[in-house]
């Protein structure tokens, strides 16, 4: 599996911060699971400044000296982590507003990065794995959209939870993918 996203995404000497931001995403989605009414606020600003700090290592990943081959994916996503996190952390009102929305554009992005890691990797072992992954995020994203439309916010509520928990797993999964070999 290792091989298979260092092709796609390279490595990092900073896959250590995406694993704590993993694990601060699943802590603060099961939080936001059991607090949901308090939560909403909370959970947008919180997620604006848990994606600075992702898009700043993004960033960094993209802009190292060892960036490897997919820098470009880095550092979109690491611009549009960082715009994103800067509107929801500027207003509480704004982002709650929006946050559906917002949630919905990134995970409908990281769903398309991974289908296009997947389609890459079409010719190696455990590819489909990134194209289950990538439709996941995506069905996310077209959810999230659905219920910023429809104004449910039980709904958002739920799905953000969700969203929290399994973006979690995955940041925490990738950044042992991006550890570099210790030979």
Same mark, same amino acid.
């Given at each position: 599996?290792?091989?298979?996203?260092?092709?796609?995404?390279?490595?990092?000497?900073?896959?250590?911060?995406? /694993?704590?931001? %993993? *694990?601060?995403?699943?802590?603060? $989605? +099961?939080?936001?699971?059991?607090?949901? =009414?308090?939560?909403? !606020? #909370?959970?947008?600003?919180?997620?604006?400044?848990?994606?600075?700090?992702?898009?700043?290592?993004?960033?960094?990943?993209?802009?190292?000296?060892?960036?490897?081959?997919?820098?470009?994916?880095? /550092?979109?996503? %690491? *611009?549009?982590?960082?715009?994103? $996190? +800067?509107?929801?952390?500027?207003?509480? =009102?704004?982002?709650? !507003? #929006?946050?559906?929305?917002?949630?919905?554009?990134?995970?409908?992005?990281?769903?398309?990065?991974?289908?296009?890691?997947?389609?890459?990797?079409?010719?190696?072992?455990?590819?489909?794995?990134? /194209?289950?992954? %990538?439709?996941?995020?995506?069905?996310? $994203? +077209?959810?999230?959209?659905?219920?910023?439309?429809?104004?449910?916010?039980?709904?958002?509520?739920?799905?953000?939870?969700?969203?929290?928990?399994?973006?979690?797993?995955?940041?925490?999964?990738?950044?042992?993918?991006?550890?570099?070999?210790?030979?």
């Amino acid at each position: 599996m290792k091989a298979l996203f260092s092709k796609f995404m390279g490595e990092s000497r900073y896959w250590w911060v995406v /694993l704590l931001a %993993g *694990i601060l995403m699943v802590i603060c $989605g +099961f939080a936001y699971w059991f607090w949901p =009414v308090v939560g909403y !606020a #909370v959970a947008s600003q919180l997620f604006g400044w848990l994606l600075i700090v992702i898009g700043v290592v993004q960033l960094l990943q993209a802009s190292g000296p060892h960036a490897g081959r997919g820098w470009g994916w880095w /550092l979109a996503g %690491g *611009i549009i982590d960082m715009f994103i $996190g +800067f509107m929801m952390v500027r207003s509480v =009102v704004i982002s709650e !507003a #929006v946050f559906p929305y917002f949630l919905a554009f990134i995970f409908i992005f990281w769903g398309i990065s991974a289908l296009c890691a997947a389609v890459k990797q079409s010719g190696r072992r455990y590819w489909w794995l990134q /194209l289950i992954n %990538g439709m996941l995020l995506m069905l996310i $994203g +077209f959810f999230f959209i659905e219920a910023g439309w429809v104004q449910d916010m039980a709904m958002t509520s739920f799905l953000t939870s969700l969203a929290f928990i399994y973006w979690g797993f995955s940041l925490a999964m990738l950044s042992y993918d991006i550890k570099p070999d210790q030979r």
